[in-house]
């Protein structure tokens, strides 16, 4: 099980440690990157978490890499940290965690939004206005498809949750239905 608290101190580190927003981007673009390559093969991801394999030829697989994509310097002692501490099984969540904080350092809030079938631009404009009224900031919205709602639309951001979709609604019948019989 990953440990948030964990995953959010090591981007946090990493992002905290950047000061331009220029240099934030490429760092997120590199890791990333380096994130895709491992998780594109067994063997390579077999080989940066098994332990098995000793650090320090880890760390040879990481030089090898940074010579051929030139990474920055602190992303290079990053993934020396991430070695010597064993976290590569995390390091998709640490991405996305970074991700989250570049995102929202620009006043950007990502929100997913849930329907049973994809909203139109024209709900989508209605749901952005709706949430950048009530959170204050440019809202970027992710859409899922999920057709157990029926109908509607449920937003998530944070740890808040707005149901406005028909399952959501039938549920919250039947809990009232069942009250009222007691």
Known sequence: MIDPKV?????????ENIKSDKERQLVL???????????SSDLIYFAFCSPVISHSEKLKL?????????????VSQFFGVIV??????????IVAGYEKLLTESRGIKSVIVEAA?????????????????????????????????IGG????????????????????????????RV
């Open 7 to 15: 995953v959010r101190n090591y981007a946090a580190c990493l992002f």
């Open 29 to 39: 673009d590199q890791i990333s990157l380096f994130n895709k390559i491992i998780l």
């Open 62 to 74: 990481i030089e090898a890499l940074d010579k051929k994509l030139r990474f920055e310097k602190i």
């Open 84 to 93: 010597k501490n064993a976290r590569f099984k995390i390091l998709t969540a």
């Open 117 to 149: 079938n994809k909203p139109g631009k024209k709900e989508l404009d209605v749901i952005r206005k709706f949430l950048e009224n009530k959170l204050k900031k440019i809202v970027e919205i992710n859409v899922l498809e999920n057709e157990e709602l």
């Open 153 to 180: 639309v449920v937003i998530k951001h944070d740890s808040l949750l707005y149901d406005y979709s028909v399952s959501g609604a039938i549920e919250r019948a039947a809990v009232l239905a069942k009250g009222a």
